[in-house]
């Protein structure tokens, strides 16, 4: 399944987790209730094999009514166009194989804390009736983001349910063989026993790192775990305490009556496995039940007795071993035809080849060609192979068909005709088909800025648009070159005649507010730039007007009140950034007067007026005395846009 793909309609695959025997795991997220979650789907080359689809619809069936904090729980089971799925929790983390080998040594009670968790969850099964049948490492997995860290069992892909009567015998050999217990090696039937034996190997591992049995085939491991003893843990770690090696040596006795009945005994063997008081515990070993039997006495043989006793012992001992060797025979045989029957391939790379050269390469993997279908792709040459389903890499059965994409060629496009319109409108169906466009400006009055005025590609013509690279001449808004004007001189203008002045011009008013004995009030009282000087169009024209006279009090001359930067002891300056906003829906420009409420301004009266063509920000001065508030009002096109006050 390719990423982004969605399974049932609702879970989108984002990669895959693994790849196993019988299933495909990939990460995927429910998009109903945006969570993470693993689907695990048939395998696309046993879609036809009836007894793995049995075998993949007893896991769904197995786990679905187990409820544990330490078993995956299954969410959802379906189909999608044919492909059987199974959606489980996700967890996000290592199994413990791969824990293992980041994090040993593990300290012995943090072992003791895996293995009931394990147990917990092996004992609810057994209690629901379910044997799981291959417990390993790789199928626990560890969420090491909580402390302790929490393990679920997962993968009850060969579960076999024990009312199940339609498991046949050969389904005991299914499963791993380094953790396979004697009598499943020797052709008997699964049962809680051997879920036992396992969680003695997991244990054994757990301490060690390794497995305690290996080999160069299956079959070689197989027999150790039939004839040999379990390597001696002391000898591998002096440390491993008594108590818990005897939990690994009784787990994994070669005879199951000497094992623990059920996984809740063995669980509670390791509950109590660090005690002290078990320190001194001995050593557990089993019985062999061969050495068990009655001694009998013989009577005296004469010497021809003797002769022929010997012989009849040497005739039965020969029959004794080649009767021993048929089931040995008949057991490597069976191991050898399962692991034959089972051999897997990986799909080869074949992109970029010639669908001889495909056959080729597929054959040489053990693999058949399948379905050929063709589509145009932009890289890849006609006739040569696009991509395989299943994808390079996936594990097939040997003798497995593989399906080729293979490519027509390149996709032609007619160019369409871009000139005249808008390159926003037009930009994005290019980029799709493939286009590479490079853009050139050209000021003009003809077009409208942004609008496209040339293209390279004539319309109409055929073209391949993957990196094609495209022209296009942009319309682009001519560049006015400002104008300079000579001052006016404004003595005798009221503010009316400088407005309209500087709407002449061009110019940006600021106007500012003094009290004045010598001119008359609403008459300028001084300019800036000065008579005579130059200004460019946009410029700022700032104008002083005057109040005329000020009204005298007791307390101050008029001077001091006309000073907005008061040194007297009995105020302080503060000043205040204010932001005035730009409306561009009423023209080119807005009308702003300022008013300012402090020890020297009325709120009333205009403090400054001042035209803006875009948001300004302006500094306000207020002369406050002590404890005073000041205030401040900004009028825009009449209305009040800015209000607040400062304190002093």
């Known amino acids: 399944m390719d990423k982004g793909y969605l399974v049932g309609g609702r879970y989108e695959i984002l990669g895959t987790l693994g790849e196993g025997g019988m299933a495909n795991v990939y990460l995927a997220k429910d998009i109903r209730l945006n969570r993470k979650v693993a689907v695990k789907a048939l395998r696309y ?25 330490n078993i995956v729980n299954v ?36 072992v003791v804390d895996i293995m009931e968790q394990i147990c917990s969850a092996v004992t609810t099964a057994h209690e629901h009736g379910i044997i799981h049948r291959d417990l390993k490492p790789e199928n626990i997995l560890v969420d090491d983001s909580k402390d302790p860290i929490q393990v679920k069992v997962s993968d009850f ?63 070689s491991v197989a027999l150790k775990h039939s004839k040999e003893d379990i390597p001696d843990l002391h000898a591998i770690d002096h440390n491993i305490p008594q108590p818990l090696e005897n939990v690994v040596l009784r787990a994994t006795a070669k005879d199951p009556e000497e094992r ?45 007795d003797q002769d022929k006793s010997a012989n009849k012992k040497k005739s039965k001992r020969n029959k004794i071993i080649w009767m021993s060797l048929i089931p040995l025979l008949l057991l490597l045989f069976l191991i050898f ?24 390469m597929l054959k040489g993997s053990n693999l058949q060609v399948g379905s050929i279908s063709k589509e145009n792709d932009d890289d890849v040459i006609a006739g040569h192979v696009i991509k395989s389903i299943p994808a390079k890499g996936l594990k097939l059965k040997n003798n497995a068909k593989v399906n080729l994409v293979v490519s027509l060629g390149a996709r032609y496009y007619k160019m369409p005709k871009v000139t005249g319109k808008q390159y926003d409108e037009v930009s994005d169906g290019l980029k799709k088909r493939g286009f590479t466009i490079h853009l050139k400006y050209k000021e003009t009055n003809e077009y409208s800025a942004g609008v496209v005025m040339k293209q390279s590609i004539k319309a109409g013509s055929k073209v391949v648009a993957k990196k094609k690279r495209l022209v296009l001449t942009i319309a682009k808004t001519p ?111 807005n009308s702003v007067t300022i008013y300012i409420g402090d020890a020297n301004h009325n709120i009333s009266n205009p403090y400054k007026t001042m035209t803006i063509t875009q948001t300004t920000p302006v500094t306000l001065s207020f002369n406050l005395k002590s404890g005073q508030t000041g205030t401040y009002n900004i009028v825009r096109d009449n209305q009040t846009v800015v209000t607040g006050s400062v304190s002093g």
Not at 48 to 61: C, H, I, Q, Y
Request: contains cysteine; glycine residues 6%.
């Open 45 to 69: 080359d046993l879609q036809d094999d009836e007894s793995v689809k049995r075998r993949f619809g007893r896991e769904a069936k197995a786990t679905s009514g187990l409820s544990s904090p």
């Open 157 to 219: 892909g060969i579960a076999l349910a024990l009312s199940d009567q339609s498991i046949t015998r050969t389904n005991s050999l299914l499963g791993s063989v380094h953790y396979m217990s004697p009598e499943q090696i020797r052709g008997k039937s699964a049962t809680v026993l051997s879920d036992i034996y396992a969680l003695g190997i997991i244990l054994f591992e757990l301490l060690t790192k390794h497995v305690p049995f290996t080999g160069d085939t299956a079959v």
């Open 337 to 360: 035809a399962i692991v034959r029957g089972s051999a897997e391939t990986s799909v080869p790379d074949l992109s970029n080849l010639t669908i001889k050269q495909a056959t080729v």
């Open 479 to 589: 560049t006015v070159k400002k104008k300079t004007y000579k001052v006016r001189d404004l003595t005798g203008y009221n503010l009316k005649s400088i407005q309209d002045y500087a709407d002449e011009i061009d110019a940006v008013l600021d106007v500012t507010y003094q009290y004045s004995d010598t001119v008359t009030s609403g008459m300028l009282i001084s300019q800036n730039p000065s008579a005579g000087s130059s200004i460019s169009q946009g410029a700022t024209l700032t104008v002083v007007m005057s109040k005329g006279k000020e009204e005298s009090d007791s307390n101050s001359s008029d001077s001091d009140k006309d000073n907005d930067n008061n040194n007297d002891s009995g105020t302080k300056t503060v000043t205040k950034e204010v932001s005035i906003p730009y409306d561009d829906g009423g023209g080119t420009s």
């Open 260 to 304: 623990y009945q059920t996984v809740r005994e063995m669980c509670e063997d390791i509950d109590t496995c660090l005690l002290p008081e078990r320190a001194s515990e001995p050593k557990f070993v089993p019985i062999s039940h061969n050495d068990l039997e009655e001694t009998k006495v013989m009577q005296p043989l004469r010497e021809d």
């Open 75 to 110: 969410l959802d089971v379906g189909n999608d166009n044919g492909i059987q799925f199974i959606v489980i929790e996700y967890v996000d983390g290592p199994n413990l194989k791969r824990y293992l080998k980041t994090h040993f040594p593990i300290p012995y009670h943090e």
